[in-house]
Nanobody, 128 residues
Framework: QVQVVESGGGLVQPGGSLRLSCSPSGYTLGYSAIGWFRQAPGKEREGVSCISVTEGTTYYADSLRERFTISRDNAKNTSHLQMNSLKPEDTATYYC?????????????????????WGKGTLVTVSS
């Protein structure tokens, strides 16, 4: 059974940094893509950043690429999302998701409908 677990959320002051981690498990041959999404209160969930393992490429939401950095630990098969210069509008529940089957196009890892396996999320609150 595939499981995805996020960690690292919490309360941070504006301008601060936070590093989220994602640990997927329960698959056999590896995952084809891993991504981060977020959902702010009262808003729809949106793609933040993802890695297409198949293509070896990373993707970001345009508005976040300068402050957020995604990485992947190949040995541990984990992913991290480094978030810098955090703003109150970054307050959201952050989710990690993976796909096991190769995506038709790498950038589809930012589209939640193409990422079947999800964690329960970790809450990030940016507030003074």
């Amino acid at each position: 059974q595939v499981q995805v677990v996020e960690s690292g959320g919490g309360l941070v002051q504006p301008g601060g940094s936070l590093r989220l981690s994602c640990s997927p498990s329960g698959y056999t041959l590896g995952y084809s893509a891993i991504g981060w999404f977020r959902q702010a209160p009262g808003k729809e969930r949106e793609g933040v950043s993802c890695i297409s393992v198949t293509e070896g490429t990373t993707y970001y939401a345009d508005s976040l690429r300068e402050r957020f950095t995604i990485s992947r630990d190949n040995a541990k098969n984990t992913s991290h999302l480094q978030m810098n210069s955090l703003k109150p509008e970054d307050t959201a529940t952050y989710y990690c998701a993976i796909a096991l089957r190769p995506l038709d196009s790498g950038n589809l890892c930012l589209v939640e409908d193409y990422m079947p396996y999800w964690g329960k999320g970790t809450l990030v609150t940016v507030s003074s």
